[in-house]
């Protein structure tokens, strides 16, 4: 006996065809929605189909839709029968139907349902081609145009937006899904509808709606769901709106992709994460110079007794390296901490790639370097020595990722950044020059790559590194205008690309001049609040044959000026010290004599701050901690400066 499924949520629709049907000799199924129907079809493969348009739980064009793409179906004769053909116009072949029959008076309608269903094999197409059967019996209504008007233009609606919507009933079951949330779900329609949600959301994501449904409740009401879930590479955020119709219940599942919001909101919170930490750190480093100075000159004056084949000389040399390490370690510290104002320079990066990867090759001989530089690169404004270090930073993080011996690929390349592009990383779109160094190490997880350019953050070992190298580059090529970006895989290797911005001046050959230390006269009167760094310096500049004269303060300082100013040459004074800092010593000391040279000194590097004082009339600057020859050097270029 053949198989008739009929589909319609009208009970006295389903009595009266399967009444018809069956006195035709058609064994007669029924389902009251298009979900029920699904769930009939998993287990039997009828001869014919009938299916209403418009009915709740996936409704007839969506069904003829799925029906369709069953294989086993393909063959099933599908038929709709609705009240609404009058006024809808319908593409049969769209939805593969074989015939439309609009739903009239029940004589007539009872004779198109025979007529079709005893039509078979090569006459069965003659249908997909012909207008709604039945049309003619029934009158079109203006308020069912109207509303199929209405449901038109919200179905557009619902297709056209970005943001994904789902419905599930109350058994957990999908029944609608626009195109937006089958892109999200990587899925077809035909296999999200009809499943229950538990199919097709993965964890996390199905754990969280779980939760949320439980929390909806019986009455209506909106539950915002603000964290994103992870899925299928989208990061979206849920929004869960319970449905309460009659004894129906529903609930639209929202699902926003704030992917990119999350990655630029990660890129803030990560800038301002630098800034705390780094004005934390400016602290420690100031202190930690004021120490190391300590150190560096209680060494120098040493040095200065010593004869090169002393037993003592080499190891003293040698603690002056640490000394120098520290204080490398220091500035980094104050890089984080403060914006500097470094030397910018037309500069080739091809040129600083050349020089720093052939330095490291010959200390690192287990890894080979391959170059691909770009021979016509686009020149930038840098800082050569910053972007040096940037560049050794990269190379020691590669080397340590090839514990056995690796490959480092170096490559620059000129490139136009969109707008689009370069949005998320606040910068000006245009010219700039890429720099990439990829090595075949170990790789990285997602999570680690989340975090590399916090400070002292490390995966190595204890005493292995202090977290501060990929922190000081990622400040640094921030501090050019630049952004750095890393792709990583574990076991695949990773890949630091660096972009700054292009110039269009000439690069310049930078030479770096180095005077030996030479002795000196006159009277200094050196200023800081820190006593072993007052003495150790006094002390020095009794070796170097000044005169010396000290303070502990900027008021004692002023006194003391007071007292021997026409005696005086020059003034170095600290810049960070209580009660009166180093600028207000400055201006009450220029009142005393306005022809005063000063010398400002400070555990801080030369950053903006350093910089605004200077511009107020000092002769220059000498970080600490200093050796004597670098004091040396110092003391004569301000004497000498008229």
Known sequence: MNKVLVVDNDLLILRFVSDVLSKEGYQVITAKDGLSALDILREITPQAIIVDLVMPNIDGKRLCRLIRGIERLKESRLIILSATLAEEQIDIAELGADACIAKGPFREMARHLVDVLKHSGGERSRFGSRETIGVRDVYKRTITTELLFAKRHLEAMLEGMAEGILEINSAGR??????????????QVTDVLGAHFTEVLPDPGLKRVEDLLKRLGEHPKKVLEESAI??????LRLDILPIQDGQESTAIIIFSDVTEQKRMEEILDQAQKMEALGTIAGGIAHDFNNLLMGIQGNVSLILAELEPDHIHFDRLKAIENYVQSGADLANQLLGLGRSRSRNFVPTSLNDLINKSSSMFGRTNKEIVI?????????ITATDPVQIEQVLIN????????????????????????????????????????????SDNGIGMSRETMKRIFEPFFTTKERGKGTGLGLASTYRIVRSHGGFITVSSEVGAGTTFDIFLPASG???LDATRSSPKPVMGKGTIQFIDDEEWVLDVTEQMLENMGY???TAKSGREAIEVYQKHWSEIDMVILDMTMPDMGGGETFEKLCNINPGIKVLLSSGYDLNEEVSEILARGFKGFIQKPFTMRELSEKLRETLENE
């Not at 999908?174 to 899925?187: D, K, Q």
């Not at 090839?402 to 910068?427: I, K, R, W």
Request: glycine share 6%; proline share 1%; charged share 20%.
């Open 174 to 187: 999908l029944i609608y899904a626009n195109s937006a949330a089958c892109s999200f779900l990587n899925m």
């Open 370 to 378: 391959h170059r691909r530089l770009e021979e016509n690169l686009w």
């Open 547 to 549: 005169r010396s004269l």
């Open 505 to 507: 001046d000439k690069a």
């Open 394 to 437: 990269l190379y020691v993080n590669a080397w340590q990722a090839m514990t056995a011996g690796g490959t480092l690929c170096l490559e620059t390349e000129n490139v136009t950044l969109s707008e689009q592009f370069v949005n998320p990383y606040g910068v000006q779109s245009g010219r700039y020059v890429k720099m990439s160094i």
């Open 230 to 235: 992870e899925l299928n590479g989208y990061r």
